[in-house]
């Protein structure tokens, strides 16, 4: 089993972009959903977008909505996290997250909120913004 790898973090000022890319292995049918989590010091892990691969639908949390796109190339084994106007309360370490062990639902496939319900990480990568 091969883990999901991310790349793509770093260091920027308020309101600059930065794109997160993380190498996803499995076929779309046992393996559909990718989700991303990040986690401040001192904070719960919170997740805020997933991707159902089977149709590609996404689904964000509020705190990112319209500022944050996730994505995956056409041979679905490359999820692309685009982040634009990011602001110091991003920074946090990010981290892409597989094997979705939780239940399918018809209007959140996969889940998100609950890090306990992804069985495979990526070990992360720091993302830092600064005022």
């Known amino acids: 089993k091969v883990q999901p790898v991310e790349s793509g973090g770093g260091s920027v000022q308020a309101g600059g972009s930065l794109r997160l890319s993380c190498a996803v292995s499995g076929d779309i049918y046992t393996n559909p959903c990718m989700a991303w989590f990040r986690q401040a010091p001192g904070k719960v892990r919170e997740g805020f977008a997933t991707?159902?691969?089977?149709?590609?639908?996404?689904f964000y949390a509020d705190s990112v909505k319209g500022r944050f796109t996730i994505s995956q190339d056409n041979n679905k084994n490359m999820v692309t996290l685009q982040m634009n106007s990011l602001e110091p309360e991003d920074t946090a370490m990010y981290y892409c997250?597989?094997?979705?062990?939780?239940?399918?639902?018809?209007?959140?496939?996969?889940?998100?909120?609950?890090?306990?319900?992804?069985?495979?990480w990526g070990q992360g990568t720091q993302v830092t913004v600064s005022s």
């Open positions: 997250a597989t094997d979705f062990r939780g239940l399918f639902l018809t209007s959140r496939p996969c889940g998100g909120e609950n890090a306990d319900e992804y069985g495979s």
């Open positions: 991707l159902y691969r089977r149709d590609g639908r996404t």
